[in-house]
């Protein structure tokens, strides 16, 4: 099936930036609504901000103005653009895509295909 790939998660200081890709191979981008979750050690998977095909973002309200998320897909690529970045932010996060469902929240069960994650970690 389609897979998909995170990269670019690293440490970082408190109220920087740090940007996220999510490269899709197997099937075009443009088949698929997105979401970005992330999970903490110990933590329940969390939603953080859905994607519809055309674009349409909706994001949970501890990273509103925080976060921005965009897709190319002429590039089978995603990206999550975290500005302000805070400790409570520190977690694995995953990338993954749905062709069945789409809404302003999505549930991890609903996803049709993962990343196996990239770790974003931030000092207080």
């Known amino acids: 099936q389609v897979q998909l790939e995170e990269s670019g998660g690293g440490l970082v200081q408190a109220g920087g930036s740090l940007t996220l890709s999510c490269l899709v191979s197997?099937?075009?981008?443009?088949?698929?609504?997105m979401a970005w979750f992330r999970q903490a050690p110990g933590k329940e998977r969390e939603f953080v901000v859905a994607?519809?095909?055309?674009?349409?973002?909706h994001y949970i309200d501890a990273v509103e103005g925080r976060f921005t998320a965009s897709r190319d897909n002429a590039k089978d690529m995603a990206q999550l653009q975290m500005n302000n970045l805070k400790p409570e932010d520190t977690a694995v996060y995953y990338c993954?895509?749905?062709?069945?469902?789409?809404?302003?929240?999505?549930?991890?069960?609903?996803?049709?295909?993962w990343g196996k994650g990239t770790l974003v970690t931030v000092s207080s």
């Open positions: 994607l519809s095909w055309s674009g349409v973002t």
């Open positions: 993954a895509v749905t062709s069945h469902h789409y809404g302003p929240t999505m549930a991890p069960r609903g996803m049709d295909a």
């Open positions: 197997g099937r075009p981008l443009r088949d698929y609504a």
